[in-house]
C-alpha cells in the first residue's frame, strides 16, 4: 500500500484508522425496537513532488488525506396485530483530497472529490385479511457528486460568480512540472419515491399488482476549464513583458543610428517582411 515509487526515495508514511460501532434493542418489549451503526475510515497517505532540482521549491513529501463516514439506523413499530410500521435512516459523507498529485504534478495541481449519499424510508405493512396484505413505501435519497481544486470548495449549484471563477487556477503544464487544477463541478441528485404493493392469496393462487413513481431532479453545474490550460515546450519562466521589451529595444536602436529616415524606414520594413515570412 506504501511502496516506494520512482520518484521517492525513501518508503513513505502510510496511516489508516478504522472504527465504530453499533447497537440496539427493544423501546417496548414485543412491540418496538431499534438500531444504528456507524463506522469512520481516515486514510493518510503520502506522495512526493520530485522535478529533479528544476523547481525545488514545488518539491518534497505531501500528505493525501481522505476519510468516510457511514451510518444507518432503524426503528420498527408493531402497531398491531395488522399494522406494522418502520423508518429507516442511512448516509455516507466521504472526502478525498489532493488527487492527482505527485511524480512531476505539483501539490496546487490536485484535486478533491466527495460523494455524499442520504436515504430515508418509511414502510407500512397492513394484513387486510387472512388472505391478503398490503405494503407501502416512501424514499426521500440524495446522491451529490462534486469536485474542486483543492482547497477550495464550492456546494452552491448554479453559482458561477467571480468569486468561484478566481478560486480555479489556470494549468500551467512544463515538461517538469505540471501546476493548477480546474476540475470544478457539482451533480446533486435528489430522488422521491412512492411505492405500493398489494398481494392477495386466492386458492392456490396469488394475485400481486403495485404500483411505483419515483421522481429524479438531477442537476448538472460544471466549471472545468474555466482559467484555460497553457502547454509549454521548456522549463524556462514565460514573462510576457520579454517580447515587448525586446520591440521597444529594437526601435530604440535604429531611431539612435546617423542615418537618413529611408535607411531606418528600410530596416524597419525588412524585419517586419521576415517576423511575417513575406
Known sequence: LNARTIVQTSKPDFRRHQFGGSFGGPVVANRAQFFFSAERTELDEFVTVNTRGVFPAEEGTFVQPSFNNMYVGRYDQAIDDRHRAFLRIAGQSNQRDY????????????????????????????????????????????????????????????????????????????????????????????????????????????????????????????????????????????????????????LAAVNALEIPQAGKDAIFSGNAKKLLKL
Not at 463541478?185 to 392469496?201: T, Y
Open 99 to 250: 488527487i492527482g498529485t505527485g511524480g512531476t504534478t505539483a501539490r496546487d495541481a490536485g484535486s478533491s472529490f466527495a460523494g455524499p449519499r442520504l436515504s430515508i424510508v418509511v414502510g407500512h405493512t397492513w394484513v387486510l385479511r387472512g388472505n391478503a396484505l398490503n405494503d407501502f413505501r416512501f424514499q426521500y435519497g440524495k446522491a451529490t457528486f462534486q469536485g474542486w481544486p483543492t482547497p477550495f470548495k464550492f456546494t452552491e449549484v448554479g453559482n458561477f460568480s467571480a468569486e468561484r471563477v478566481q478560486t480555479i487556477p489556470t494549468v500551467i503544464i512544463r515538461p517538469s512540472l505540471t501546476k493548477g487544477n480546474q476540475s470544478s463541478f457539482l451533480g446533486p441528485e435528489p430522488r422521491w419515491q412512492f411505492k405500493n404493493d398489494f398481494s392477495r392469496v386466492i386458492g392456490a393462487h396469488e394475485l400481486g399488482f403495485g404500483v411505483d413513481l419515483s421522481w429524479i431532479h438531477w442537476q448538472n453545474d460544471n466549471l472545468v476549464g474555466a482559467a484555460g490550460t497553457f502547454t509549454f515546450a521548456t522549463d524556462a519562466p514565460f514573462d510576457m513583458e520579454q517580447g515587448r521589451v525586446l520591440i521597444r529595444n529594437t
